[in-house]
């Protein structure tokens, strides 16, 4: 029996000393590592919240970065050591602006202590505020309030013609006439009605004739717009794209069809100096079983010139699309895009490319 109290400090001594190894490193003891919000409103802007801690540890606590899985979450931190025994705080502040519905956010927290990663998270739900007038109609004209300055027509035929309506509303608090400009003759445009009231609607009713604009692909056109006499030039965009609708071509239609191939869609020139001239002949062949007809050929540059040597390939012929890049003005890698519209129909848009780079002076 005197033997076994006599190892008894030993036996201790060992069992003790791991635990004061471990309480000599630094340790955060937070009160609670997740907080719910509850319901909050997106009008009332951010919220806040203190994550207290302790430093339970043995050794002053170093929290050397507090990282969020979102910008909208935005941590504020102690930067000096904390002492054993110290308690502080880690405030987070959620941004609810844009963000309706659910939400729950991480906040990881990197220290010198054990462990030496810690993670926090806030929880909620945004009640989001009714919109106003500005919210709906972010774009402002002297006074006449747009959803978006741009008007797309997406895909057209080339015989087609389409429309587009939008809304506007007349913000001001007197009546307001509104009448357009620079009106391409490929496009109708009115407004219904032209004098607003006060706070009123009108609508703007766009018809976009593709044959008259004779055009293939991507078109961008700009119209300008008169409120009360004054003139805006060039404040409203038109896009349309116009294309061939090949969906309803028959089996025998398509196994009768043009097709495109090329012999190196892409070109890279290398390196060469400031000012100087690349050309490039690109290859097309039709492999098709009908002509097939070059739309258009354009490139993605001012710098770069495209132009095709016949525009009408018979079946088993090729003809020579030339790119010629001017480098002047211009430095570093270069990457740029020929387009080239044809009526291929399972290859209406072919991308060729011409790389390289230009060399410091």
Excluded at 113 to 130: A, F, H, M, N, S
Excluded at 327 to 344: L, P, V
Aim: aromatic share 8%.
């Amino acid at each position: 029996m005197k033997k076994i109290f006599a190892f008894l400090p030993v036996i201790i001594s060992l069992v003790v000393a791991p635990v004061n190894a471990q309480s000599k490193k630094a340790v955060a003891s937070f009160a609670k590592e997740v907080h719910d919000f509850g319901k909050i409103k997106e009008a009332d802007g951010p919220v806040t919240y203190q994550f207290e801690f302790t430093n339970t540890g043995g050794e002053p606590l170093i929290i050397s970065n507090v990282a969020t899985s979102c910008g909208c979450t935005t941590p504020n931190y102690p930067k000096d050591p904390i002492l054993p025994g110290t308690k502080r705080s880690l405030t987070v502040s959620y941004n609810p602006a844009g963000r309706p519905g659910r939400f729950e956010k991480t906040i990881t927290v990197y220290t010198n202590g054990d462990p030496d990663v810690y993670t926090l998270k806030i929880t909620g739900e945004v009640i989001p505020k009714e919109p106003t007038l500005e919210d709906m109609y972010p774009n402002n004209i002297e006074g006449l309030r747009m959803r978006s300055m741009q008007i797309a027509f997406n895909n057209i035929g080339p015989n087609e013609k389409a429309t587009q309506t939008v809304e506007v509303v007349n913000s001001t608090d007197a009546p307001m006439k509104v009448d357009f400009m620079d009106v391409p003759p490929f496009i109708t445009a009115k407004i219904t009605p032209s004098s607003i009231p006060p706070k009123g609607k009108a609508q703007i009713t766009l018809t976009y004739d593709a044959a008259a604009k004779n055009d293939w692909g991507f078109v961008y056109d700009r119209l300008g717009i008169v409120i009360n006499d004054k003139k805006i030039p060039g404040r409203l965009a038109v896009t349309a794209n116009i294309q061939e609708d090949f969906s309803k071509l028959t089996d025998e239609q398509k196994k009768n069809a043009p097709k495109i191939e090329v012999d190196n869609a892409e070109f890279d020139f290398g390196t060469i100096k400031p000012g100087e001239k690349v050309t490039h002949d690109y290859i097309l062949k039709n492999t098709g079983k009908s002509d097939l007809i070059i739309r258009k050929a354009t490139a993605s540059c001012g710098c770069t010139v495209a132009s095709v040597k016949s525009k009408v390939i018979k079946p088993g012929e090729s003809t020579t699309l030339t790119a010629e890049f001017n480098s002047a003005g211009r430095s570093g890698t270069q990457t740029k895009t020929i387009t080239i519209i044809t009526n291929d129909p399972n290859n209406q848009r072919l991308i060729l490319w011409l790389k390289g780079k230009i060399a410091e002076n």
